[in-house]
């Protein structure tokens, strides 16, 4: 900005105070001043700035006083009354301004936003329709209309209209992040990827539309066109914090662990240090197995935002790395006391308390994974070994029959529990689901003497197995 448009913009600003000082004068002593329409304009507007919405409704009632067939002031208080939830009284005074200016944008896309706010999406799209044909700013009502298709889970039509925002104004961001939004949750990268690369054919210079390509790119596992995209990003605009941020994890997926943490402190140059970013460089850390950093920058991470789970998780894992694992069973419960029913973290908490021969709170914690996550076939794996490891053959069958229940198809749990009904004397069950495994998978038969070596000197197992060979 010029020192020009700085001096002129500082100089409205002390003439709004003015302004303002001697209407909350005329409030104050009772009496009544001239104030022009224009005067009174900037009066509505300082308060709305100010977010003293109950000034601002004092001018504008004052306003309509002595000019009453201005819409702005009409408008100004339905916008008021909409956001104080007065839904009703604001659309009876559209009601009266559109009356007055039947030909006002600002009125339509005011009255679709009230409307949208009672959750009446086809009055709310009627009315947006109607302001196009008065607006001399397009995007900003197909964005509206967007994200009224996208509340209501209409993601296709969101999309249809996001384009023809950009197509108005690509120099839109708002638009362009949200079409990369509703291309992720349609899990549409590939036309993410298309549509952003013809686009930065026509407008090479957009920043936002590099960050979303690589941001598909990503999706894609595409880390290499990903980390290109980013520095194009970059090198239009080189105090992007999120395109570093981004670029950071593009470089830890591809393993270049040292390259990301240097790029993820560089986000710190442009943007207040994040949690997140403390986060993923002590994870970097970790993957590198320098878990003396690794826990340094987890701890950066948790106080920087306490709230934070993951951080607290990593602490306690990168202090089990260093052989502290009684120290580290504290951090991992920190990350439970947030995160109650997240499933990873209970399978840790159970590792470790395994690890440290507590084998009933290991149970438990194995337990609590199956409820959550009755999806996760190790768990059903691990929890069997536990208890088989404590001569629990009956609770190590009872979970493996369980998990065979979640993973009916699944052959490591069935080589398994064949080993173990085989341990447990039951022969001819034991040959049914070694049956159905090693038609699932013939490679993974050696699961079975793994557990059960003896198993190999077993003609009918034997036997079985070399039917199957091919």
């Not at 448009?5 to 001043?33: C, H, P």
Request: with cysteine.
């Amino acid at each position: 900005m010029s020192e020009n448009n700085e001096d002129f913009e500082e100089g409205e600003d002390q003439e709004a105070a003015r302004l303002v000082e001697r209407f909350e004068k005329m409030i104050a002593s009772g009496s009544t001043m001239f104030f022009d329409a224009h005067e009174l304009e900037e009066i509505v507007e300082y308060y709305i700035d100010e977010n003293n919405h109950k000034q601002a409704l004092t001018a504008i009632e004052f306003a309509l006083k002595n000019y009453s067939f201005a819409t702005f002031f009409l408008l100004r208080k339905a916008q008021l009354l909409s956001a104080a939830n007065q839904t009703h009284q604001a659309l009876e005074i559209l009601s009266q301004a559109e009356r007055l200016d039947p030909a006002n944008d600002e009125l339509f896309m005011t009255k679709g936003g009230v409307y949208s706010q009672m959750g009446l999406t086809d009055q709310a799209i009627e009315n947006y329709k109607k302001a196009l044909d008065f607006t001399e700013v397009p995007d900003e009502v197909y964005l509206n209309m967007a994200f009224e298709f996208e509340n209501t889970g209409k993601t296709e039509d969101a999309i249809y209209y996001l384009k023809k925002s950009v197509q108005a104004n690509p120099e839109n961001e708002a638009a362009l992040y949200e079409l990369a939004f509703c291309y992720e949750i349609t899990n549409k990268s590939e036309l993410a990827v298309s549509f952003y690369t013809e686009f930065l054919d026509k407008h090479p210079y957009s920043k936002t539309a590099w960050f979303n390509l690589g941001v598909a790119y990503n999706r894609l596992k595409l880390y290499e066109k990903a980390l290109l995209a980013y520095d194009y990003s970059i090198a239009i605009d080189d105090t992007f914090a999120s395109a570093y941020f981004n670029k950071a994890n593009a470089l830890a997926n591809l393993e270049r662990y040292d390259e990301a943490i240097e790029t993820y402190k560089e986000t710190f140059l442009y943007e207040l240090h994040d949690a997140l970013a403390y986060y993923y460089i002590a994870e970097c850390y970790e993957k590198k197995e320098n878990y003396d950093q690794a826990l340094v920058y987890y701890s950066k991470a948790s106080k920087t935002d306490p709230q934070l789970a993951d951080a607290w998780l990593g602490i306690g894992i990168s202090l089990d790395s260093l052989d502290r694992t009684s120290e580290g069973i504290h951090y991992i419960k920190k990350a439970l006391d947030l995160q109650p029913e997240n499933p990873i973290f209970w399978y840790v908490y159970g590792d470790i308390q395994s690890k440290m021969g507590f084998v009933e709170e290991a149970g438990i914690a194995y337990n609590k994974v199956t409820e959550l996550e009755p999806e996760n076939k190790e768990i059903w794996l691990d929890y069997s070994n536990l208890l088989d490891s404590q001569s629990d053959k009956t609770g190590a069958l009872e979970i493996l029959a369980e998990g065979v229940k979640n993973h009916p198809d699944n052959p490591e749990l069935l080589y398994r529990i064949s080993a173990c009904l085989f341990s447990a004397g039951q022969k001819q069950e034991a040959l049914s689901f070694l049956h159905k495994a090693l038609g699932l998978d013939y490679d993974k038969h050696i699961d079975l003497f793994e557990y059960m070596p003896q198993l190999k000197e077993n003609p009918a197992v034997t036997g079985l197995i070399e039917s199957y060979k091919k």
